[in-house]
């Protein structure tokens, strides 16, 4: 390969931005969301019982028509009143067009004061049980970006209402292709 060849390809990648040489330079903000959603079991099959991180769209967990999931996550609670995150490959394990690969992380860092998804450490397509204010951390593969990064986001639950089979959830993603940012605004890494 020539000089210039090697030259021409390195400017190339240092335009994609974002600080590693593949990723866009940032475009979407990252958004602190709070929503209630209903457990899968036990509750009217109207309301929505997960979400699609990709999207921020609250939905009924399903297959559709195409063949594909419209979630990442869904919920669901314990005997006890802990919500149960079940990542799709973990309740459809071979969807028919394939469903995102989710990895989940439990972490010590309180929601507010995570700053930054980690690198490695996540639990892919594997359910978890999260406790009021603890935290995790979530890994999206498969997000649509074009160099195979990741989209990251945090997840806590403020409250549960067991009789109405509801949680109460906050969540912030970084729909910015690679980029490990937690915070609000946009991101710059």
Do not use: H, W
Not at 82 to 108: D, F
């Amino acid at each position: 390969m020539s000089f210039a060849v090697v030259m021409s390809s390195a400017a190339l990648l240092a335009r994609c931005g974002g600080g590693n040489g593949l990723t866009s330079p940032a475009s979407v903000d990252n958004v602190l969301r709070s929503y209630s959603v209903y457990a899968m079991t036990g509750s009217s099959s109207s309301l929505p019982a997960a979400y699609q991180y990709t999207t921020e769209s609250l939905v009924r967990p399903q297959v559709l028509s195409n063949g594909t999931l419209n979630f990442d996550i869904a919920f669901d609670l314990t005997t006890d009143g802990k919500v149960r995150l079940l990542p799709a490959r973990y309740l459809v394990p071979l969807p028919p067009a394939g469903a995102p690969t989710i990895g989940l992380q439990r972490m010590t860092t309180p929601f507010a004061s995570l700053a930054r998804a980690p690198l490695n450490g996540y639990q892919a397509d594997s359910a978890a049980t999260i406790s009021v204010g603890e935290t995790f951390t979530l890994e999206l593969r498969d997000s649509g970006c074009n160099f195979g990064e990741f989209f990251y986001a945090k997840i806590t639950v403020d409250s549960v209402f067991v009789n109405e089979r509801r949680m109460v959830m906050r969540s912030l993603v970084n729909r910015n292709c690679g980029y490990r940012s937690l915070t609000e605004g946009l991101p710059k890494d």
